[in-house]
């Protein structure tokens, strides 16, 4: 292995003719790169031949313009900052300085200078573009604080919890991911806006935990009151059917008594609930049994109906009354049927006859009432005398030839036995 450099010595001697462009070897090892019109010891390789020493040197070069390489083809793909690039550059460039290497070291340098100044160029570009991303960061940041304080500034008594909870939540989400996907703040912009976050979040945190520690207090006070009206409920089960209206009471002060929590609501309705099913049920037992006793009821009264229609067929209007009016007291004599809509249906029908019986009575009232016949009869004395005297009158025109008057006297005339048709003369 070849020893380390040593430091150059500059040879007293006038150097030999090189065996390469850029580099030499002196007869004890000494190796030297050409720079220019001069030479620079760049160190000894005593233990080889001469273009082994070479090699060495030239390998070292080779190292160099790789990482050079490297660097450029870094640039062209894009993907790391000009900053970072310009750091590698710097660090390349100082390798190549007084480098322990045979080759061209001036171009190699000359090719990093020039990428150099493009990274420089390319430097103030990301720059800006950094500010700005750095004023848009600042922006949605302030976006987000802004939100946050209007949620916190909301009267908390007006506030849905649930989805405000969800709204804070997704704004913390989003702050978050500006934290880390975003990027950095200037320290003094990036701790207030976080501090205006963070007071709106505990704003809210505060006005929540109020909140559901006042509905804690109502939910208990209002659980205590339905479990009154529940045991109230439930000791009306001994009067049965006759506990119905008392439970209606409780029933209305149940709707007017609030929200107790979905879970408690839900099992102090169950047992009110249970305790109205059983009233209701003792109700529906009796009318089932009253039901079954009204059979029997029923079809006494559809015989009777029966009967009744036959009236209809009676010509004699009193008697037909006379015979209703007996239906009618044994209909009543049987009493009342369950369930009511069948009463119901069975009076109607009774009822029809009722007003057709009625209906005869009314007209045999109006043909025989004294007054109307008096009226009738005077009516019709008039008429008649209006018509003879009309008829004479219609003789005489018609004798003279008056035909004007024959005509009108003759329209008067029919008019006048139109009315005595109409009231039956």
Do not use: C
């Not at 049987?334 to 007209?363: H, M, T």
């Amino acid at each position: 292995m070849p020893r380390a450099p040593s430091a150059p010595v500059r040879p007293a001697a006038a150097p030999a003719a090189p065996e390469e462009p850029w580099g030499r070897v002196e007869d004890d090892g000494t190796v030297s790169v050409r720079e220019g019109d001069e030479w620079r010891v760049v160190g000894q390789y005593p233990d080889g031949t001469p273009a082994e020493a070479l090699a060495y040197f030239e390998r070292k070069f080779s190292d160099l313009a790789s990482e050079v390489t490297l660097l450029e083809v870094r640039h062209r793909r894009g993907g790391a900052s000009a900053s970072d690039l310009r750091g590698t550059a710097k660090t390349i460039q100082g390798k190549i300085d007084g480098a322990a290497a045979v080759g061209d070291l001036a171009r190699l340098s000359a090719r990093v200078d020039a990428l150099t100044e493009e990274l420089a160029a390319e430097s103030e570009t990301e720059a800006a573009a950094a500010r700005e991303a750095v004023d848009e960061a600042v922006r949605v940041r302030t976006e987000l604080v802004e939100k946050a304080e209007a949620l916190a500034a909301r009267d908390p008594r007006s506030i849905q919890w649930k989805q405000t909870s969800a709204d804070i939540a997704e704004l913390f989400d989003q702050w978050q991911s500006q934290q880390q996907n975003g990027p950095r703040l200037p320290k003094a912009a990036g701790q207030q806006l976080w501090k205006r976050f963070r007071d709106a979040r505990s704003i809210l945190d505060k006005h929540r935990r109020e909140f559901y520690a006042g509905l804690d207090e109502e939910h208990k006070s209002v659980r205590d009151r339905k479990t009154r009206l529940v045991e109230k409920a439930e000791a009306l089960a001994p009067k049965g059917e006759d506990g119905i209206n008392a439970y209606r009471e409780l029933l209305d002060q149940w709707k007017t008594a609030g929200r107790a929590g979905k879970k408690a609501d839900d099992a102090l309705w169950a047992r009110f609930k249970a305790a109205g099913d059983a009233l209701y049920s003792a109700r529906g037992e009796r009318e089932a049994a009253d039901a079954e006793a009204s059979r029997e009821k029923i079809d006494a009264k559809r015989e009777l109906l029966v009967e009744a229609r036959k009236v209809s067929d009676v010509t004699d209007t009193a008697k037909a009354r006379a015979q209703l009016t007996a239906i009618q007291r044994q209909w009543d004599d049987i009493g009342r049927i369950f369930p009511r809509d069948k009463e119901r249906a069975l009076d109607d029908e009774l009822r029809k006859i009722e007003q057709g019986v009625r209906s005869r009575e009314d007209v045999d009232w109006k043909q025989n009432n004294p007054e109307t016949k008096a009226r009738t009869n005077d009516m019709t004395r008039q008429l008649t005398d209006a018509i003879e005297k009309l008829e004479q009158e219609l003789a005489a025109a018609e004798a003279s030839g008056d035909k004007k008057a024959a005509a009108e006297t003759a329209e008067a005339l029919e008019a006048r036995k139109a009315w005595l048709r109409a009231v039956g003369g």
